[in-house]
Each structure stands twice: as C-alpha cells, then as structure tokens.
C-alpha cells in the first residue's frame, strides 16, 4: 500500500504535527493506541494535540475488558490526547481527518469511508481522498453544528475558526434534514451531469443497501439518463449480510443490473473457489462512452437512511475514476450465481442504520473526574440490572513470589473498593445514557481490567469493555501509565511515585484477532527504577529535611506547587492517623 494511500499520510510529511482531528463513526481504541499514536507522538511537536470524536466502539475487534493501565502511548501526549463519544442517537457516520502542521498554512484534510479501525485501514477495499481541501466549507459547518447541542466543548472553535470558508462546493455534508438532503442530492446529480455531460453508464459501489436504495436508484436514472447501471456488491461475507444482497438484487426491478465485485487478480477467470475482497468502499461513479467521467465518494451507502433521512454522511465529487489495487480486479457476477450466494450469506447488522440487536456503543472511565458513562441501543426503562465486571491480570497469579502475592492482594482490593455500592452516587439515566460520579473519598484508583454488564427486562445481557477518556496522570507513572502508590515519600509528592504494581514484560494492548502478537509472557524481574533525586551520589545519605529542601528547590512553576498540595489532599483524606499524617497536614499548611 502507497504511504498517500493510508493512514500514514498524516505523518509522512516533513513537517511537524501540530495538532490533528479524527471524526470517525466506528472507533478501536486499542489498534489506534498501538499503532497510530506513537507515529503521532514521534511525528508531532512537543506540545502535539490529537482530538478523536466518534460514535461507537468496533464491534468486530472488541476485547473483553478495558485495560486502564495500559496507557503508555497516551501518556506522551497526557491532556494533549482527548477522546469523546457522542451521546446522540442519531448516526453520525461521516470519516474524517483534519491535520495542521507547524510553519505551515494549509491544513491536510482528508474524507472517506474508512472507520478509525484495523479493519478499515488494514483489510477492507475503502476509498480516501487526501486531498479533499474543498471539504474544509462542510467540515466547518457541521462542527458548529455539533457544537450547539451535541458536543458543547471549547476545542471545537479553535477548528472552526482555522478553517476556510468557501462558496464553490466539491464536498457536502448530508446533515439529518430530508429538505436539505433532497436539495443537496440534486446539486450533486446535475454536477455529475455537468461535468460528464453524455453518460452512458452509473456503477454504484456499496456493501450495503436498504428498502430505500430503490427510490434513490429511480431518482438519479431520472436525472442522469444513463444506458447501463452496474452494481459492485460486498460478497466477502465480513460485511455485508443477506438482506443488503436481496434489497441490491431487487434493483432489478426498475431497470436493468449488471453485478460485479472484487476477487484476488491472481486467481483464474473460471476459478471455482473466489476469494472476494470485504468492500467498504462506498462510490457512484458517473461514466462516459470512453470509460472517464467523474465520482461522488465518501462515507454514504446507497441508502435511504444515508442520502435521504436521518444520518449525518460526507460525500465529495472528484473528476476521476478509481483504480483499485493490483492485487484485486472487477469481475462480473451472474444472477444465478448471485442467488446462490445470497442464501449462503449471513444475516449481518446495518453498518449506517442503529442495530436491531441490543449492544452497547461505547463505555468509558474518566478518571479525572471520576465519573462512568454508557451508552447504549435501548431505552432506560427496558434496563433491569447494571453491573461492573473487574479483574486484575490473571497473569500475576502465575509469579509465585512474595512481591507478586503483595501486588495481587492490593490489586483485589482495588476491586472490591471499586465495587462497593457506597463508592458511588445513584446513577442519572436518561434515555439510552447512564452516568455514575464516585464520590471522592471512596476510591483510590481503578482496576487493572474493567467491563459493564447490562441485563434488560427481556433477560438480554450485554458486555463491553470499558476504555479510558480522561486518565488521571497526576496519580500516574509518566513513563507506563499505571497508577502510583499514595504514599507519603518524596517522591509520591512530586509525582514520581513508583507503579502500585510492576508492568508485566511484554504486555502491550494489542487487537484480540492478532495471532502473532506476543503479549502473554511472564517474567520476575524486578520493575524499571523511576528517574528520581534518589538515584543521585549520597542523596540516600542526607538526612529526610535536607532531602525535602532539596527536592523542593528543583519545582520550577506554580503548577508544580499545585501538584504537590493536591498530592498531600490525597495523602490527608486517604491516610490512617499517624506522625506522617500530622507531617503532610504541616506541610500542606506551609505550601498554602
């Protein structure tokens, strides 16, 4: 794959990364921790921004349970990396990436069909355009859409008023209105039109289809006129289910189809086993008599839910045709043969519609402020039971030694104070949201591995992980992400406290279907010293009020003094009464 053609576009200029923002419908937390944020990280500036918007957690690669301490990537960009949910029931399933670089004025904007996912920009056939500046207008209008109602937060208007404003349009957003779809649909088809002028033929690329794609169909044979209508389906099995083939077979019934998909370009014409292609990609390409003309790309299925009701979707126009990749080629598909593979093919979600089946689009932590979101497919009142699911690394049961039987225990009572009923407020529930707030002198930090459990009226029992939005970095290791002992030491006062429990060698966050990761080996060595005073000559030797003047003498801000009183709060509320205790309330009242 060409680097202009991936992800890794957004960090293969020569120039720094000073800020960049992901809006995506589908998110995986744990590719994108592993795999993208570190290129950011070694790409971007010292101060680098990364803000991730999305809808819905990836329910293909989706773990068991959150891992709330393995946060080593986030933990170079600290508040720098923000990740937001979106809370609405409307489907927002617009893609994509706008990137601002250092020295320079033009942003790098890019739009497609690609979810933030593994799945997205590893194994499926998507389109992307990286050079889709024009797209800065419909961007800009539908951030401050959201920010009226949606997402009300601050860092959108710093987006909004970095980009352009624009009266020539290639890129539209189809917001939920069907007026304005209606009326957008039409300056797009006359576009088409303008720029093709005799077409004679209209492929429509899509993996999924619905009871309204005829009417979208009949809708731009009115408009455009064309001799042949060409369909390229998704027959890979991975995406698209059974309904969506039935509803793109019954396009026939307004005129007539031929059907194409994707196949490995090493494999014979008359091959009888075809290896098809999973096809995301979603396009209608407007052709000629010579084959050139021009395409409407995105993220819009051909659906009604996309082009004519509710979603939120962005679709540009380019004057060019796209190639797929030479390891793939077009090949015909025949109606028998079709219907053949229609009854084979499972019966699979809507990517673009909300589900049928009750699940769980996104459930999240913030540590910072203590509090636990969910939000989910069913209304409030079908909820019957909520309940969380934590574990510490079962892996740690393995290491028989004294240290380990120490972490372990500490760890179980992570648990059992992180589930007592007492440690947090009577949940808010509105509609298909649920928020719990800790109150604050019930935990301490949170468990090593975190899920949620949903039973509905119905008996139903949905699962998800729980991921970090907001960790508190002040509690943890600046190095590892894991949270540090309270302790009253120096170096817990300074926010160099050392790990409550020992990384485990080789233990990264890593997607569920990947076979040849290897994340599961144990080890005994000892944990990696924290860069501290104590590792300075004869600085174990000083006496303890020459060490804390000493230490005190490197703070260089307010903010450090911050850090240390809000560490001695801690220390106050959290500890049993003792001489330490008395110290930190005497030191707390000399910082003040």
Known sequence: MKIEHSLGYVWASRKRIKRVFFFTYQFNFYWFHNNVLPYINRAGTSDCEVLVVASKFDQKDLPSFGDQYELSAWCGFERRFRLFFLESSTVFHGKFVVCEYEGRKDLLVGIGSANLTKSGWLRNLETWNWNARTAEPAIKDFLLYLSKGHLKESFLSSWTKRLKSSKTKLVYWLDGSQKKKADTRLLIWKECAKQVGMIKTVRITSPYFDDGSKALLQEILIHTQPDQVEVV????????????????????????????????????????????????????????????????????????????????????????????????????????????????????????????QPMIFWATYDETHGTLELRHSEKATHVNDVKWDVEHDKRRDEIHTKQSRLEVAKLKKIEADFLDPKAWRKPAFTDQHIRWERTNDRIDTVPEHLAIIVTLRDGHIMKAPVIQSFPNFEERDPETGFPTETALDLDSLLGRGRPIVRPIKGRVVVDPDVEDEEDDETNNEESFSIPSLSTEAEYNHLPEAVKFTKALSQIQSKEDIARIQKRLRSLIRHGQPSNELLLARALLEVLE
């Not at 026939?252 to 008359?270: A, G, M, Q, W, Y």
């Open 233 to 356: 389906l998704d027959l890979s099995g991975a995406l698209a289910g059974r309904k969506h083939l039935e509803r793109a077979l019954a396009l026939r019934d307004i005129t007539r189809v031929k059907f194409l998909s994707f196949v490995r370009s090493d494999l014979e014409p008359n091959h009888k086993l075809k290896e098809w292609f999973p096809l995301h990609a979603k396009t209608i390409e407007f052709l000629d008599s010579s084959g050139r003309g021009c395409t409407v790309y995105g993220s819009a299925n051909f659906t009604a839910a996309a082009w004519m009701r509710g979603n939120h979707e962005f679709v540009g126009i380019v004057k060019a045709i796209p190639q797929p990749p030479e390891a793939v080629r077009l090949e015909e598909v025949k109606v028998s043969r079709l219907e053949k593979l229609i009854k084979a093919t499972p019966a699979l979600e809507d990517d673009d519609t909300l589900p049928a």
